[in-house]
């Protein structure tokens, strides 16, 4: 969510000017953390999840679920009362960090301290994120529920949908159409940064989601709930005027992208090599991690052709003027950028020695064509030995599948890699399976010096393909063939095993892995077309033919390397199996679930429409589903019973 500096933010006019000198500075920040901390290394494993929530008040009488807007209270009091909590938690759970976010009905959670690489740790991440819920839920009215869903489904529909109510007329950051000022979190940060974008971009932003064609929707689909005549301001006839496209769903505002929920992972590697290996490693993951994820199929009150949130953020914050996008040829700006602010990466580290500082300058440099979008006037000049503000600056405004984070001066704190693609889940058994999932693959891919390059066009390929409807069970994903060195896949038990049997196992998941042999005349290269094909997320995940093991058989062969007792397998293998079934199909996504909640709905027309009504009972489900009080067999195990059962010592 980046800095949240105090002071006054400057107009987009100021801003620019001292652009250049923000930039600068900040290079010269990270090029100062750079020389003090390239040679960091032996850093054990610490990571940490990232949880957003929305606040949602169910009114019962009129039968409508709203935003709350009370995120300063709610936060307020959450951090008073987790001041006093050191007693409650003898239990060895540190107390939980909640923060603020974008939207002003949004919290978002992390764990009080990183979890090691212990397997208890890794083990206590659900009852780690139940404890944060519960205590979220503790904290808010009796008809208030914390949901952990991507997208609320009629943000920005006529009607109600903030509690309390605020009319969308007077929305001088955004400019909307639908999303009244208030939805935004009043911190002076996040309406200068929904101005400056619009600012710096010369228009308002331009969301349009393919609706989703039902047998009742009238063709072509013109939005009867776009106010096409309102023009309060300047911008405002672009519905009109063709920003708002027929068969599309139509949003306006930062708030439709930034104002979504979802679930990040930070792992701190063992030196800045490692980092670079496991950003790279994960790249190729992020695509296929969104698809298996996909949660958001609903968009201001219509059923959309996508079922994931990527897009709508890439296109909420895409600053780039009508030049940079390439609509005009080049004339006042210096490039032609072919991403947003928010997408995936631009490109690998690699793994070449010699490779560190060009690939390292090369990843710089294009975080760093951005321009800066929110500066406050009192720290524009710093101590550049002493702070990385002007780095954060930059760096926390370019939102891509993959972070790497610098350590920040004067702390202890290593390299680090974010993993960002994942749509959050409903419930934090879920949430902690895709947690477990995607930790032990940064183990398996450092272990065992797994190889997932594929070009990033490719990868870009994949983003686009993993957001279509229902993809991750209809689509093929470009995918490395051969990932282990030398052809030789690890194995887990019972089969011939290249895992090294003598070796003694593992009670703690390492951090620091030998660096990987890198031949002496380089690695033999075919063309590079031949490295890669299309397979479906069933074959990536559970494995194809003999050859590969999929992710899964890779993290198995990872954890027989490790020291684990029946009870502890018994439960990675309870987590390990949500994924191997929402891969396979025998579980649906999210968003496939949600889809038919609707469409089955006795008050749905068909008509692509997501009501008041349909939507009300809705969240009503997804909370009890949370509770574990309505069975959903297609959409979670069996066994699952719910957020509230494994309460233990952390129950209210
Ligand atoms: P951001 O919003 O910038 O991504 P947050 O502070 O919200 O950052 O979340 C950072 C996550 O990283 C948290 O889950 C936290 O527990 C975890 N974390 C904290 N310190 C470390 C560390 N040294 N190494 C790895 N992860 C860490
Ligand atoms: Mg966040
Ligand atoms: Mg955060
Ligand atoms: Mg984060």
Same mark, same amino acid.
């Given at each position: 969510?980046?800095?949240?500096? /105090? ?16 930039? $600068? ?23 940490? +999840? ?26 307020? %009091? ?6 006093? @909590? ?7 759970? /540190?107390?939980?960090? &909640? ?51 991507? $997208? ?17 007329? +007077? ?6 159409? &639908? ?63 063709? /920003? ?94 072919? %991403? ?111 190889? &997932? ?22 689509? %093929? ?30 009670? %703690? ?52 390397? @490790? ?90």
């Amino acid at each position: 969510m980046g800095l949240l500096s /105090a002071g006054t933010p400057l107009s987009w006019d100021d801003t620019k000017k001292v652009a250049d000198h923000i930039r $600068s500075h900040g290079i010269t920040q990270f090029l100062h953390i750079w020389d003090r901390l390239k040679d960091k290394n032996g850093d054990e494993l610490l990571w940490g +999840d990232e949880i957003e929530y929305m606040v949602v008040v169910l009114d019962d009488k009129t039968k409508n679920a709203k935003l709350s807007l009370r995120q300063t209270e709610i936060l307020t %009091k959450l951090s008073s009362i987790v001041n006093n @909590l050191s007693l409650e938690t003898e239990d060895a759970i /540190a107390i939980p960090t &909640f923060h603020p976010e974008y939207g002003r009905y949004m919290l978002e959670s992390t764990p009080g301290s990183p979890f090691t690489g212990s397997i208890t740790d890794l083990l206590s991440v659900e009852k780690n994120m139940r404890y944060r819920r519960t205590l979220a839920r503790r904290y808010l009215k009796p008809n208030e529920i914390p949901l952990t869903l991507t $997208s609320f489904p009629r943000l920005g529909s006529p009607g109600q949908f903030t509690e309390p109510y605020h009319n969308p007329h +007077d929305a001088v950051s955004s400019h909307s159409l &639908f999303l009244p000022e208030q939805i935004t979190n009043p911190h002076a940060r996040f309406p200068t940064l929904t101005a400056n974008i619009r600012r710096r971009r010369g228009s308002k932003v331009a969301i349009n989601l393919p609706i989703f064609v039902d047998e009742k929707t009238p063709r072509p689909f013109i939005d009867p709930t776009i106010p096409w005549d309102r023009s309060i301001y300047a911008e405002d006839p672009e519905a009109k005027n063709g /920003a708002a496209l027929p068969d599309h769903i139509y949003m306006d505002a930062m708030g439709f992208g930034m104002g979504c929920c979802c679930l990040q992972l930070t792992y701190q590697a063992c030196n800045v090599s490692d980092a670079r290996r496991l950003y790279d490693g994960l790249i190729p993951i992020g695509p296929i991690m969104l698809a298996l994820t996909a949660g958001s199929p609903i968009w201001r009150g219509f059923l959309s052709d996508v079922d994931c949130r990527w897009n709508v953020v890439a296109g909420s914050v895409d600053d780039r003027t009508v030049e940079e996008r390439g609509l005009k040829p080049l004339e006042h700006d210096r490039f032609k950028i072919p %991403k947003s602010r928010y997408d995936s990466v631009d490109f690998l580290w690699l793994l070449t020695p010699a490779s560190i500082i060009v690939y390292g300058s090369m990843h710089i440099a294009h975080l760093f064509i951005r321009d800066p979008l929110v500066v406050f006037s009192e720290t524009i000049d710093q101590d550049d030995k002493e702070s990385s503000d002007h780095f954060e600056n930059i760096q926390s405004t370019n939102w891509q599948t993959l972070r790497f984070k610098p350590p920040p001066p004067k702390s202890p704190i290593g390299w680090r890699v974010e993993f960002r693609s994942m749509e959050v889940q409903m419930t934090d058994y879920e949430n902690a399976a895709y947690a477990v999932f995607i930790t032990l693959l940064s183990r398996a891919i450092l272990s065992f010096n797994l190889n &997932f390059y594929i070009p990033i066009s490719k990868v870009d390929e994949n983003m686009s393909r993993a957001q279509g409807r229902g993809a991750s069970q209809s689509e %093929k994903f470009y995918f490395r063939k051969d990932v282990c060195p030398g052809g030789n896949s690890p194995k887990s038990s019972g089969s011939s095993s290249p895992v090294d049997e003598s070796r003694p196992k593992d009670r %703690k998941m390492r951090n620091c892995f030998p660096p990987p042999e890198i031949p002496e005349n380089g690695v033999p290269k075919g063309p590079v077309e031949e490295e890669y094909s299309e397979m479906t997320i069933h074959e990536i995940i559970n494995g194809k033919g003999d050859s590969y093991p999929g992710l899964l058989g890779l993290i198995w062969a990872y954890i027989d390397t @490790l020291d684990v007792s029946q009870q502890e397998l018994s439960k990675i293998h309870s987590y390990l199996d949500l994924i191997r079934r929402r891969a396979n199909g025998s579980l649906l996504t999210p968003a496939t679930w949600v889809r038919n909640f609707v469409r089955t709905h006795p008050a749905y027309a068909h008509d692509s429409v997501v009501t008041q009504e349909i939507n009300y009972d809705l969240i009503v489900a997804v909370d009890e589903i949370e509770r574990g009080v309505r069975n959903v067999a297609d959409l979670l195990p069996e066994d699952y019973t719910g957020g509230e059962a494994d309460g233990g010592s952390i129950s209210p």
